[in-house]
């Protein structure tokens, strides 16, 4: 294994660049062209010049803003045209304010969609392209970085999964040392904590997760202190963060820094008003575009295929234990069972008999949750947010999840943050359960409108590949 290189932020900000050039460039010669057609060779002048130098400055700074370029390799794709939509956005504000006071006839409005369209179309192929090569270049070892975990801890045991989940990241785990030799399963085990050095001489380790638990931190001057001499990398990982669900933020407090954690953003007055303000503007969107004759072909398959109403209906908590009625459209015999013999709510299983062969269409692409989205105009849910559950699943799990309750701090929504990140179906375990509520605990503490846009882009992708567990 060959040890990466600090040379692809630079490779990435070097494209990025030359993308807004060509979308410049693009964007330049159509707005001539539709100002005055058939004029000849297309040429800038010297202030179109001082105009894209300016914009190429405002993107480098506005990029370093947002840290776009700051550890982007350990990013999932989503998150990082998440970044890069932020990034163009800004580019836009500033290209009105630079144009207004360049008044050149040729960079007009129409310059401006085009401009941002043609960024944003570049910048997205870029980015695939860059990520497809750093890839096939780490399927041969190259730009591979090796880490060391210290802690068998359920925040290194979660870190070890996430390298092995996310191979495009670039990560290779040596192995890691704990007082625990079974921590980490699938992990090579390489002692204690007092190793540590012996293995920073001898090893080629670019960087140490600390994962230990809080008690623990007693030692970390003595283990910052090694890693110096080896010029090895540390991240700190708390494993008390993890159990917490809270969103971490670094603050000062005069010349102290401070770690403050914040609880559900979504408790502020501005912030529902934007998640609102975004759920009511994207549904409306759909129902006059694509609802508006999608949905009449699904009801009339499902009139074909069996008999029984278009629509299944549920009764379901909402936000602080209001109960409102949930649509979906109908995936199961009409006449089905939903309670077992002993009382108990039969949830969707794998080649359920239940389903219709209409219905199995419709869970397998998502479309049977479609209607949910007149619930997020009526305001019962919003487009991201904790599925909302079945009242008996619910009356069964409330009692046995721990923190299961403070779901309901929020609306539900269509889709999720544990939906995406594995955890949909049925609940066959306690175990999955609680694994599918501490990640809805965690989208509930980390809310911010760029990670609803993520889990939206999560969501259509999962959908697009096929997710294994829509059954």
């Known amino acids: 294994m060959r040890r990466t290189t600090h040379t692809s932020p630079a490779i990435k900000l070097t494209g990025d660049l030359l993308s807004l050039a060509a979308a410049f460039l693009f964007s330049a010669y159509l707005s001539k062209e539709r100002v005055n057609p058939g004029q000849g060779s297309f040429r800038l002048s010297v202030r179109d ?18 840290n776009l370029y700051e550890d982007f390799q350990s990013r999932l794709f989503t998150a990082e045209f998440v970044a890069v939509l932020k990034a163009s956005l800004i580019q836009a504000c500033f290209a009105v304010l630079i144009l207004f006071f360049a008044k050149d006839p040729l960079l007009n409005r129409y310059f401006m969609v085009v401009y941002f369209l043609a960024l944003l179309l570049l910048l997205a192929a870029w980015t695939v392209g860059f990520r497809s090569i750093l890839l096939a270049h780490r399927r041969r070892g190259v730009n591979v970085r090796s880490v060391l975990i210290l802690g068998s801890t359920k925040a290194g045991l979660a870190f070890a999964q996430a390298v092995k989940a996310y191979p495009q990241f670039g990560y290779r785990v040596l ?4 007082d625990n030799p079974k921590g980490i399963p699938g992990e090579k085990y390489l002692g204690s904590l007092g190793r540590l050095e012996a293995l920073l001489r001898r090893r ?5 997760v600390l994962a230990m638990p809080v008690y623990a931190y007693r030692r970390i001057d003595r283990i910052i202190s090694a890693c110096e001499k080896y010029t090895t990398q540390v991240r700190i990982i708390p494993d008390q963060h993890l159990s917490s669900g809270l969103k971490t933020r670094v603050t000062l407090f005069g010349r102290l820094p401070v770690v403050s954690m914040q609880l559900n953003p979504l408790g502020e007055m501005p912030n529902r008003l934007l998640k609102r303000i975004f759920d009511l503007a994207v549904s409306l969107t759909l129902f006059l575009t694509v609802f508006i004759w999608l949905w009449p072909i699904i009801a009339l398959a499902i009139k074909i295929d069996s008999r029984g109403p278009v629509l299944f209906k549920q009764e379901r908590w909402g936000k602080k234990d209001r109960k409102f009625i949930c649509y979906k459209f109908r995936s199961m015999d009409w006449r089905c069972r939903q309670f077992d013999g002993n009382g108990r709510f039969l949830q969707a299983h794998q080649d359920d008999c239940r389903v219709t062969r209409v ?25 991201v947010g904790p599925r909302p559950h079945p009242i008996p699943l619910s009356l069964e799990a409330r009692g046995k999840v721990r923190h299961y309750l403070l779901r309901r701090l929020v609306k539900p929504g269509i889709t999720g943050w544990a939906q995406i990140s594995g955890f949909r179906g049925p609940t066959i375990n306690l175990s ?4 599918r509520i501490e990640h809805d605990l965690w989208y509930i503490n980390n809310w911010s409108f760029w990670l609803d846009l993520q889990v939206i882009l999560l969501t259509i992708s999962l959908v697009l590949k096929g997710d294994p567990q829509a059954f």
């Open 359 to 383: 219905g199995r269409l419709l869970r397998r692409t998502s479309l049977d949750e479609l209607p949910q989205f007149w619930n997020v105009v009526k305001g019962d849910m919003s487009i």
């Open 175 to 178: 192995g890691y040392l704990g």
């Open 432 to 435: 999955r359960m609680q694994q």
């Open 204 to 208: 080629d380790v670019a960087e140490l």
């Open 49 to 66: 010049i001082v105009v894209l130098v300016l914009l190429g400055i405002v993107w480098y700074f506005s990029a370093r803003f947002i």
